[in-house]
């Protein structure tokens, strides 16, 4: 089993839908949870990041955390075409390395 | 500018070719990583570099070597192309007194092994 699990899609969805996004993880022994978000032909960027547990907002978009099922959910509130991309959600693995461990990434289409 | 810059872009090479794809930064940083990106695998470490005389290996390093050159350089080299290392592959730094959860990626290199 991967460390972090992600559905790989594609997800498609209509201008203003709201899009969850999710992954799963399998080890409990880091801190950071983040998702980043990677444009056609270009690197991914940081998108959010979340400590421990629990919710972060940062406009339409909601990252929450869920240690108990660990579970980790990106959320996307009326969602825009600029939207589309690829999403990867990712986990620190502690004791500040800086490494991180990826999910596979979802491709998000979202359709004028 | 680009705070992370790759070259070359997209590369075509056959079997058996030695490849170097290099990689700069200014940034600052002093961590830096190789990557490659394959459909369904996500993006898999190949190497990193905490400073210019440290240097590790990540889950995917058979087949490839590094040398940083300088804290702002680190190269990935192929030394016997195979056609199972066609990919994207992507550089990333991050700063050591920042934050463990963000690294800065370049616009990536897409290599062709035929």
């Known amino acids: ?112 | 500018d680009a705070d992370v810059t790759q070259t070359p872009r997209n590369r075509i090479t056959k079997t058996g070719k030695r490849i170097m794809l290099e990689c700069s930064q200014t940034k600052g940083h002093d961590r830096m990583y190789w990557y490659r990106q394959d459909p369904g695998l996500g993006l898999r470490l190949i190497y990193y570099s905490f400073d210019v005389k440290d240097i590790n290996k990540g889950e995917i390093s058979d087949g490839y070597s590094v040398s940083r050159q300088a804290q702002a350089k680190f190269s990935l080299s192929l030394e016997s192309a195979i056609p199972n290392q066609t990919a994207l592959y992507f550089c990333a730094t991050s700063d050591s007194g920042g934050s463990s959860y963000e690294q800065y990626f370049g616009p990536g290199t897409r290599l062709t092994v035929t």
Request: proline letters at 5%; one cysteine or more; hydrophobic letters at 30%.
């Open chain 1, 1 to 112: 089993q991967k460390e972090v699990e992600q559905d790989p899609g594609p997800l498609s969805v209509p201008e203003g839908a709201i899009v969850s996004l999710n992954c799963t993880y399998s080890n409990s022994a880091f801190q950071y949870f983040m998702w980043y978000r990677q444009y056609s032909r270009k690197g991914p960027e940081l998108l959010m990041y979340t400590y421990s547990s629990g919710n972060k907002e940062d406009g339409r978009f909601t990252a929450q955390v869920d240690k108990s099922s660990k579970y980790i959910s990106l959320f996307i509130r009326d969602s825009q075409p600029s939207d589309s991309a690829t999403y990867l959600c990712a986990k620190d693995i502690g004791g500040a390395t800086n490494k991180l461990i990826f999910g596979t990434g979802t491709l998000l289409a979202v359709q004028p």
